[in-house]
Nanobody
């Protein structure tokens, strides 16, 4: 069973930074490409960024390119998202999951972590 726990969200001013973390268990973390998604109430979940199983390849949504950096530590079974130059429109709940391309691989989601960008 796939189980993930996201953390690191919070309230930050525009232009600020946050680092999100995702701890995974239940499957062989190092075997899967991983990704971050975000979702606002009443809207569909959208892709943010992904990283290959060996960290060789990364992919970003246009809004994340140049501001966000995805990384992983397979020994710790953790995924990260460094978010810089945050904007109010980045306010959302952020989730992690294994990915296939830009789509989530598993149906199991964590509770997410709330990011709020506001002055």
């Amino acid at each position: 069973q796939w189980h993930v726990v996201e953390s690191g969200g919070g309230l930050v001013q525009p232009g600020g930074s946050l680092r999100l973390s995702c701890a995974a268990s239940g499957r062989t973390f190092s075997s899967y490409a991983m990704g971050w998604f975000r979702q606002d109430p009443g809207k569909e979940r959208e892709f943010v960024a992904s990283i290959s199983y060996n960290s060789f390849n990364t992919d970003y949504a246009d809004f994340a390119e140049g501001r966000f950096t995805i990384s992983r530590d397979n020994n710790k079974k953790e995924l990260y998202l460094q978010m810089n130059s945050l904007k109010p429109e980045d306010t959302s709940i952020y989730y992690c999951n294994a990915v296939a391309g830009t789509n989530p691989r598993f149906q199991d989601w964590g509770q997410g972590t709330q990011v709020t960008v506001s002055s």
